[in-house]
């Protein structure tokens, strides 16, 4: 079973609620996969009460043993975590597919900062539009 990490910001309920959707859609398709806010335990509470690395040292493992990236890209410029996460995917040869439902700041050659998006193998703006990429992918 492929195992995609989940990269992107989960700082807001509307962020955490997303990446879940994902996540299920994701499971659906019959991926494994990483989700940060709940596999490393990244939240507000965690992050008073646990060591930061440990936090760290989750996610990290998680993006080590995971065979690819899916990574959300919306904001008005990437989630830092996010671009180190992807930097990582990138440096290691993961497939990263990024998706991008915000329109701000688009133009039709550039969706993202230029830097994220030449790391992506992959990029679409829609829920549905993942889907069928991530058919691809599947083994």
């Known amino acids: ?5 989940l990269a992107g910001a ?6 955490r609620e997303f990446n879940k959707k994902l996540q299920q859609i994701m ?3 019959g991926f494994s996969v990483f989700l940060p806010q709940e596999d490393a335990e990244d939240n507000k509470d965690q992050r008073i009460e646990r060591n930061q690395s440990a936090i760290f040292n989750s996610c990290f493992n998680g993006l ?3 065979d690819m990236v899916v990574t959300v890209l919306d904001g008005v410029d990437v989630d830092s975590g996010t671009a180190w996460e992807l930097g990582y995917a990138y440096a290691s040869g993961k497939p990263i597919v990024g998706i991008r439902t915000d329109f701000r700041i688009q133009t039709p050659d550039e969706k993202v900062n230029l830097m994220i998006q030449e ?9 549905e539009d993942l889907k069928t990429v991530l058919e691809k992918y599947k083994k």
Do not use: G, P
């Not at 790391?119 to 829920?127: K, Q, R, S």
């Open 64 to 66: 080590q043993k995971s």
């Open 1 to 5: 079973m492929v195992q995609i990490y």
């Open 27 to 29: 499971l659906d398709m």
């Open 10 to 15: 989960l700082f807001s309920q509307a962020e």
């Open 119 to 127: 790391t992506l193998d992959d990029f679409v703006d829609n829920v």
